[in-house]
Every structure is written in C-alpha cells, then in structure tokens.
C-alpha cells in the first residue's frame, strides 16, 4: 500500500524531531540506549503514537 503524501510529510516530521531530540541528549552528554532507539524508530514509522513512546521510555528508566 503506498503512504499518502500527509503520511510521509508526518514521517518526515517525526523523523526530524526525533533526531533533534537525540542531537540534543548528546550535546548534554547523554547516550541513547538501543532500546529507546528502536522505539524511537517505531515511532516514526508510525508502529506506536508519541504516549506509547513517553510511556515506553519512562518505564525503561523506572518513571513511570
């Protein structure tokens, strides 16, 4: 099935964030786990939404 053009623009979106996040972490010196890196891919493939990915992370570092 091919994605409609607003499925690939939120893709994209996602994608950017997401690395933005990431390039921020580093910058204040903090490694992203594999773990959180694979959620934050199912993430913007669109296999979970933004709570699954908070929800996620949160219970990984015992926040939740």
Same mark, same amino acid.
């Given at each position: 099935? *091919?994605?409609? @053009? +607003?499925? !690939? *623009?939120?893709?994209?979106? %996602?994608?950017?964030?997401?690395?933005? &996040?990431?390039?921020? +972490?580093?910058?204040? @010196? !903090? %490694?992203?786990?594999? &773990?959180?890196?694979?959620? &934050?891919?199912?993430?913007? +493939? @669109?296999?979970?939404?933004?709570? *699954? !990915?908070?929800?996620?992370?949160?219970?990984?570092? @015992?926040?939740?």
């Amino acid at each position: 099935m *091919e994605r409609t @053009g +607003a499925e !690939l *623009e939120t893709t994209a979106v %996602r994608a950017k964030n997401v690395e933005a &996040a990431i390039h921020s +972490a580093e910058i204040e @010196g !903090l %490694r992203i786990s594999k &773990a959180t890196l694979t959620d &934050a891919n199912a993430y913007v +493939a @669109g296999t979970i939404d933004s709570t *699954e !990915l908070v929800d996620r992370v949160r219970t990984r570092y @015992g926040l939740s």
